[in-house]
């Protein structure tokens, strides 16, 4: 049976895990490993089943302690060059990756990490680099798409080819422009290198959607500029406006942006 768990899903950190038995996939680390740990006691999980960490991009809500989960737990870590590079960079990541454990991948090239398929592929983000990934275990496909800042081609594949899907869904639009944020600040969360909206997330969902979807988990919600509440309702009348009912042609579901959200797939 594969799991999927989000420690944490905002600004304040992101860090998910998808997972079986007897293995599993970290995907960004970017909340404390103490914290970390605590939830996989709870979770009663052990590292054992953690095959490897893959990174979406360098910053540091998502990668703050992947050099102390990867040191610690004797992990690989998955990114792309740039990313690679930019973990180095980042003085938020006190633990760097130790080179033995670096792993490189490349858009559209397919690996397999124990039993999952993995396929990464772009998303466009003010970062030195961003991916969203394809991962396939099992008959099932997860993709997973997080601080896109317009939905390309390739996201609009990725939706398609989705059993399971995590989508960012970061802010409300009418609410990030009357809100307290800097002008430049609004300006690029609303550029083609920001982040997706609640509407933008819903049209991308609705227009690219298969019958083979089952469940959608909305992310990286804004804690200034959005609400789960009203993340909600925006996709689903989005949805409904296409002719899609969540709930009913799939789940629809908002993870928390600081404590764990648990599914069993």
């Known amino acids: 049976m594969?799991?999927?768990?989000?420690?944490?899903s905002g600004s304040s950190g992101n860090c998910y895990f998808l997972y079986t038995e007897t293995e599993g996939l970290l995907i960004d680390a970017g909340i404390g490993i103490r914290t970390l740990k605590k939830y996989f006691t709870d979770y009663g999980l052990t590292d054992k089943t953690i095959n490897g960490i893959l990174v979406t991009h360098d910053h540091a809500d998502h990668i703050k302690a992947v050099g102390a989960v990867s040191s610690d737990w004797f992990l690989p870590v998955y990114a792309t060059q740039p990313v690679h590079r930019?973990?180095?960079?980042?003085?938020?990541?006190?633990?760097?990756?130790?080179?033995?454990?670096?792993?490189?991948?490349?858009?559209?090239?397919?690996?397999?990490?124990?039993?999952f398929e993995v396929t990464p592929f772009p998303v466009p983000h003010d970062s030195s680099d961003n991916v969203g990934y394809i991962i396939r275990h099992d008959g099932n496909t997860f993709c997973i798409i997080t601080d896109a800042g317009a939905v390309t081609p390739e996201i609009e594949h990725a939706i398609k080819e989705a059993d399971y899907l995590v989508l960012e869904s970061n802010?409300?639009?009418?609410?990030?422009?009357?809100?307290?944020?800097?002008?430049?600040?609004?300006?690029?969360?609303?550029?083609?290198?920001?982040?997706?909206?609640?509407?933008?997330?819903?049209?991308?969902?609705?227009?690219?959607?298969?019958?083979?979807?089952?469940?959608?988990?909305l992310a990286h919600l804004s804690e200034e500029?959005?609400?789960?509440?009203?993340?909600?309702k925006t996709i689903e009348h989005t949805l409904r406006s296409y002719g899609i009912i969540a709930?009913?042609?799939?789940?629809?579901d908002v993870l928390k942006r600081k404590t764990p959200t648990f599914t069993s797939i």
């Open 247 to 252: 709930g009913e042609d799939f789940k629809l």
């Open 86 to 115: 930019g973990i180095t960079q980042n003085y938020c990541v006190r633990k760097k990756v130790k080179p033995g454990y670096e792993r490189t991948i490349t858009y559209h090239e397919t690996f397999c990490i124990g039993a």
């Open 2 to 8: 594969l799991n999927f768990i989000s420690f944490g």
């Open 171 to 217: 802010y409300e639009y009418e609410r990030l422009m009357a809100g307290p944020y800097p002008q430049y600040l609004k300006e690029r969360i609303v550029s083609g290198r920001g982040h997706l909206s609640n509407i933008q997330c819903g049209k991308a969902i609705a227009e690219n959607a298969t019958a083979k979807l089952k469940h959608v988990w």
């Open 225 to 232: 500029n959005n609400h789960p509440e009203l993340a909600r």
